[in-house]
């Protein structure tokens, strides 16, 4: 099935007016000329706003707080905190016998 023509600037304009007016997407649609699914998937779109960074370091942290507070400070506030008690940490990388600490002494004995 081919798609239909693309929404022009001046029906997004209108399309967005009339949903921040408190119309229903039905009633937008006829008012436009467009089918109600058109106006659905306009509106449901999401606006250019960034995505959070949900995964940011202690020290990142600390540097968008123009270093107010220490590294470790805020290690200590998000251990404490019960909103991040559910976040679920990175596991540290499995090592081989080689590349742990005191490895050397392995290698010395061999």
Known sequence: MPRGKMLTEREIGL????????????????SVGRSEKAVRILLSKKDGTKPTEKQMSSRKIAVALDHVVKRTTVLRVLRTSKITSYIERKSPPHLKKTQRPGAWRLRRNI
């Open 15 to 30: 399309i967005i007016g009339l949903h921040g007016e408190g119309k229903s997407n039905r009633e937008i649609a006829a």
